[in-house]
Nanobody
Framework: QVRLVESGGGLVRPGESLTLSCEAS????????EAWYRQAPGKQREMVAE???????DYADSVKGRFTISRDRAKNTMYLQMNNLKPEDTAVYYC???????????????WGQGTQVTVPS
């Protein structure tokens, strides 16, 4: 069964950086599209960063120039590098990916369990 396990959240001061990780298992799977979302208290979940199966990246306007999505294919691990963090970045962050286990099958959408990022004002 596919699992996405996140790590790296925490409490940081404004202006500091944080890197979130999301490891996909089991080995041998294929990630077609990866993304990071976040949900702040009382707000809807929003897309923060996305990389399509064609390698096209997209970012929310609020994080452009500060956040970077990446992946280590050998480790099946996705990352979200977050720089110059602001109080409005406080949220639970979720990784999301379209994954296939077997060649020739339709990708299925999977979510991580979420990790809290807090940037106090």
């Amino acid at each position: 069964q596919v699992r996405l396990v996140e790590s790296g959240g925490g409490l940081v001061r404004p202006g500091e950086s944080l890197t979130l990780s999301c490891e996909a298992s089991p080995s041998g799977l294929t990630i077609w599209r990866e993304a990071w979302y976040r949900q702040a208290p009382g707000k809807q979940r929003e897309m923060v960063a996305e990389r399509t199966s064609r390698g096209i990246e997209d970012y929310a306007d609020s994080v452009k120039g500060r956040f970077t999505i990446s992946r280590d294919r050998a480790k099946n691990t996705m990352y979200l590098q977050m720089n110059n963090l602001k109080p409005e970045d406080t949220a639970v962050y979720y990784c999301n990916a379209d994954i296939t286990i077997h060649a020739g099958t339709v990708p299925i959408d999977y979510w991580g369990q979420g990790t809290q990022v807090t940037v106090p004002s």
